[in-house]
C-alpha cells in the first residue's frame, strides 16, 4: 500500500506528478479551452462576481495564498484569504457578486465547513476544492472542483497541496477565459505551460539525494528559517509548517521584504535559512531583491539553503546549498519549489527517528472547532 516507500508520506511525495496531472485532466476540450462539467454555477452567475474570498486552513490556506496572486493577475479579480477559523468572527464583507472559494482535502475540516455556511448564510456563492468525493463541505456548497489527487494518509499534506494548487489555477484560469478577450488567450498559454508540469516535478524528484543529505545532517538543529516573497511567500510558510508538524523544529516563514522590519535580528552564526528565490523572469525586480537577501543574511552568518531556477548563476556566490528546480513561469514556480521543502522535512523527521506518518498531537482532519 506504501507503493514500496517506508512511509506513506515518501509515497505520496511521490504521488505528485500524478495529482497534478490527474487533476487538469479532462478539464480542456479539444482547443485547449477549459471545460468545467461539475461546475454547477451558471456562467452569467460567475461573470458576475466581484471579490472572491477563500477559506481554508494550514497547508490548504497556504494553497489559497498561492491562489491568490494568480487569479488576481488572470482576473483582475480582487481575491482576499481568510483563515477559516477567523473569517465568521471579523463580520467578512461578503453578497451575491462574492465567489466564496473553500480549500480541504478532507472536505470534514469543521472551520472551514462553518465558514462556508457562514458564506451562503450571508448569500455568497460557495465552490469547494477538495479532495474527498461525498464529504461533508463540497455538500454544503453551491458547486465543488474536485482534486485528483487520491487518498491522502500521512497527516502531513503534500500531494493534496499541489492538487488544491492545481485546482485553483484552473478556476482561476475558467473565471478569465469567461472575461473574453486576451484574459482568454491568455488562460489558454497558461494552461498548455500547465501541461508541461507534472514531467517537471518527477524530474526533480529524481533529484532530491542531495535535499536528504543536507536533513540527516540537521538532526540537531533547534531553528530554521524560511524566505520568500511573491508565491515563494506562502511556499516558505509551508515549508516552516512541514518542519515544526513533522520535526517538532521551530520554523519560520517570512516574507524576505519583512527581514530588515524585524526578523532579520534572528540571524546569528550557523543559523540554517531556505530562500525560495524567484525566478530570474519574475516582474518587478524581484529576483534582484531577493538575492540581496541572501547576500545580507550570508553576511551575518546565516547558513543558506537556496532554492534556485536551474541556469540561475547570480545565486551561487551566496548559497552555501543550491537546490534546483525545473524553470516555469513564476506564477506556476511553487508546484515546484515546495517539493525540495517536504522532502527536506520528510527526512529531517527520519533523522530524529520519529513517525512521520503521525506526527504527535495531530489528527488527519479537524472535526472540531
Ligand atoms: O482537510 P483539510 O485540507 O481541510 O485540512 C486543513 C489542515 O488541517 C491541513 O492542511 C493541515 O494543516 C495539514 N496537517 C498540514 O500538513
Known sequence: E???????????????PHAVADTLLGRTDADGRLVLDEMSISEE??????????????????????????????????????????????DPIVNERTLVVSISQSGETMDTLMAVKHARELGAITVSVCNTHGSTIPRESDAVLYTHAGPEIAVASTKAFLAQITACYVLGLYLAQLRGGSYADDAQSVMKELGGVPAKIEALLGQMGRVKEIAKFMADTRSVLFLGRHVGYPIA????????????????????GELK???????????????????????????????????????????TLVIAEEGDEAVVPFADEVIRVPATSPLLAPLLTVVPLQVFALWLSTAKGLDVDQPRNLAKSVTVE
Not at 466581484?50 to 496572486?69: E, N, P, Q, S
Not at 519574475?282 to 537577501?293: A, F, M, W
Open 2 to 16: 506504501k507503493g514500496g516507500y517506508a512511509t506513506f508520506m515518501e509515497k505520496e511525495i511521490h504521488d505528485q
Open 45 to 90: 452567475q460567475l461573470k458576475a462576481v466581484d471579490r472572491i474570498t477563500i477559506v481554508a486552513c494550514g497547508t490548504a490556506a497556504y494553497a489559497g495564498m498561492v491562489a491568490k496572486y494568480a487569479i488576481e493577475h488572470w482576473t483582475r479579480i480582487p481575491v482576499e484569504v481568510a483563515l477559516a477559523h477567523e473569517f465568521r468572527y471579523c
Open 237 to 256: 510558510m509551508e515549508g516552516a509548517l512541514k518542519l515544526k508538524e513533522l520535526a517538532y523544529i521551530h520554523a519560520e516563514g517570512f516574507a524576505a
Open 261 to 303: 522590519h524585524g526578523p532579520i535580528a534572528l540571524i546569528e552564526p550557523g543559523q540554517p535559512v531556505f530562500v525560495v528565490v524567484p525566478s530570474p523572469t519574475s516582474e518587478h525586480g524581484l529576483h534582484g531583491k531577493v538575492v540581496s537577501n541572501i547576500q545580507e543574511i550570508r553576511a551575518r552568518g546565516a547558513r
